[in-house]
């Protein structure tokens, strides 16, 4: 009867896990894949660095809009010798004013609204990866969690064992190595707990720094981690990926503020306008007023101007010909990603589809026949034995299998776990 209730706490705990990874909650407080997600978004160090160089990069563009500052002199001419200024003839205050060209202010305008989209885009591709990120360290520490599970009842089960064996050895019932044989198992099931019990907290101090948490803070999660399946498309998942994914929407925002600047290059040939109006002090009657109005000419176009359009020209092609290669680097990464999705998920199905039921009725059937007495320890500790390195082996399936859809997320952006 010991035996048999033994053989039920195994086949328990190594069938468990079959809820999705949103799971019922254990308690209030406790995480959901969402809630962490919303939480690592929201307290990131890197991603509160790139909101403000949204903020930023809009502060400049409001610069764009307005004129230079204007000069403002005094003159004092037909001083005498020797005299103060006090003495003038003539005292002229001038105030000028220079406006470009409204071409010139119109593409300085549109090339920082360039700046602001590459900015906004280069954080989505953050929201991007610390999701993928918090979906990795998530599922990794829920795999950790029944790591640990399981290597706990595999100590539970051995030590149990041991003391049944000792007894049966007392009894003259078994030979001396099946009790030199379950302490050896017994010996190899602590250490392993001990392995467990260091990735357990590896995991949850991976999870708190991306919470922003202390590392060793406790981390309670409502989850489960199982296996739901997913149908998707690569070509689905390119297509989406070249038109929304951030990455190369910033490329193209790029490209956009590169053809701005040349522009902007080109209108340096076209001339600024100065304004001017002072008033005048001639022989002591200050009423004199007057205006000037005066045109700023590239004369030196084969210099300055020409490189500039030089300069300018080259970096929209370079700009073209680094987006071309970040749309052939992206195709390339959802072509892996994928290749790496469907091979987790194959591997997860077959845990799923015969592995463990296969492996639980190997237990089942190498129990039945100890207790009948047709073989002896060492085969029925085999089967237990195969029995957890397939449930090892299913959770490790599992956790590679999310990990793989958070890094095809990442590549596609599009959200795969919801």
Do not use: C
């Amino acid at each position: 009867m010991r035996i048999r209730q033994m053989a039920s706490r195994v086949i328990v705990a190594l069938s468990i896990l079959h809820l999705p990874i949103s799971g019922a909650a254990q308690e209030g407080s406790a995480l959901s894949l969402e809630s962490a997600v919303a939480l690592v978004q929201q307290n990131n160090p890197q991603l509160m660095a790139l909101r403000r160089e949204i903020a930023a990069a809009k502060g400049g563009g409001w610069t764009t809009w307005w004129l230079t500052d204007p000069n403002l002199s005094l003159e004092w001419e037909g001083v005498p010798s020797g005299a103060g200024l006090g003495q003038f003839a003539e005292r002229k205050l001038t105030l000028t004013q220079e406006i470009e060209f409204p071409t010139n202010i119109l593409w300085r305008n549109r090339f920082a609204a360039r700046e602001v989209e590459a900015a906004a885009m280069r954080y989505e591709q953050g929201v991007l990866a610390i999701r993928a990120d918090a979906v990795t360290a998530y599922t990794r520490f829920l795999a950790s969690r029944d790591e640990l599970a399981l290597a706990q009842q595999r100590v539970q089960l051995a030590q149990e064992f041991v003391d049944k064996a000792e007894i049966r050895r007392r009894a003259g019932d078994t030979p001396a190595i099946e009790l030199l044989r379950a302490q050896v198992e017994l010996a190899q099931a602590q250490n392993e707990l001990r392995t467990a019990e260091s990735a357990h907290i590896a995991a949850q101090a991976g999870l708190n720094a991306l919470l922003a948490r202390k590392p060793d803070e406790k981390t309670a999660v409502k989850d489960s981690l199982a296996y739901q399946q997913y149908a998707l498309s690569l070509v689905a998942l390119k297509r989406q990926a070249l038109t929304e994914h951030p990455r190369l929407r910033e490329a193209d925002a790029l490209v956009n503020a590169a053809s701005h600047l040349r522009n902007l290059a080109w209108g340096s040939f076209l001339p600024a306008v100065e304004l001017s109006a002072f008033r005048h002090n001639i022989g002591g009657n200050p009423n004199f007023y007057g205006a000037q109005i005066g045109l700023k000419v590239p004369l030196w176009f084969a210099f300055r101007q020409r490189g500039e359009i030089q300069e300018a020209s080259a970096l929209l092609t370079a700009q073209e010909h680094q987006r071309a290669n970040v749309e052939l680097q992206l195709l390339a990464e959802i072509e892996s990603a994928y290749a790496a999705f469907e091979a987790a998920q194959r591997q997860a199905e077959s845990y799923t589809t015969s592995l463990l039921a296969q492996a639980g009725e190997v237990y089942r059937i190498a129990l039945r026949s100890y207790e009948q007495g047709e073989t002896g320890y060492l085969q029925l500790l085999e089967a237990q034995q195969t029995l957890i390195e397939v449930r090892q082996g299913y959770i490790a399936a599992l956790a590679s299998y999310y990990a793989a859809i958070a890094a095809l997320e990442n590549a596609s952006s599009v959200i795969i776990i919801r």
